[in-house]
């Protein structure tokens, strides 16, 4: 008996082909759509805190991870706005599985050890909460941080979810 190949899946399709870039606004107004809006804007509060603010040891790593990911979000939504994963070498004809191992392994992952780090800073830092110190105080900055950080990783393992929702309803799509 001859094996046969199997049937390749084609990539999702995307807004219709134009000469000129436009918007998919389906994509903007969909649940990932608006979800990827809330990280990229938490994930920007996040590390501008710790950017604006003296950080050492750490907190090094943690602006690392934030603007990484921040970045990579920022790819994503915009490749998925105009239409054109399907640009992207061998990750745009699985795009919704692309989407789904960067919000759980790179988002949730990266931006929960963040967010420990800098909840592990406030902490240590929390005797300058005290009424009537009066040297520079690295807590706020640090917690406000580490609550964005929770935030925005809790925003990934939506979108995460989200995805993975879409992929056992064997959909192929993100929207």
């Known amino acids: 008996m001859a094996r046969t190949a199997p049937p390749t899946v084609p990539p999702p399709p995307g807004p219709p082909a134009r000469g000129s870039l436009s918007l998919h606004r389906a994509y903007l107004r969909s ?104 040297q520079h105080c690295l807590y706020s900055a640090y917690l406000s941080a580490s609550i964005c950080g929770g935030i925005t990783a809790c925003l990934y393992l939506f979108s995460g979810l989200y995805c993975l929702s879409r992929r056992c309803q064997d959909q192929r799509d993100i929207i």
Not at 55 to 79: D, I, K, N, Q, S
Not at 107 to 129: D, E, P, W
């Open 31 to 134: 649940p990932l759509g608006l979800l990827r809006l809330g990280q990229l804007a938490l994930g920007a509060a996040f590390w501008v805190t710790v950017a604006a603010h003296k950080y050492e040891g750490a907190a090094h790593f943690a602006l690392f991870a934030a603007v990484l990911v921040w970045l990579f979000t920022l790819a994503l939504f915009g490749l998925s706005l105009l239409g054109r994963w399907e640009l992207v070498p061998w990750l745009g004809s699985r795009w919704l599985l692309t989407n789904l191992v960067h919000d759980l392994a790179l988002g949730v992952g990266l931006y929960a050890a963040a967010t420990g780090i800098m909840g592990h800073k406030a902490k240590q830092r929390s005797f300058c909460n005290l009424p009537g110190y009066s």
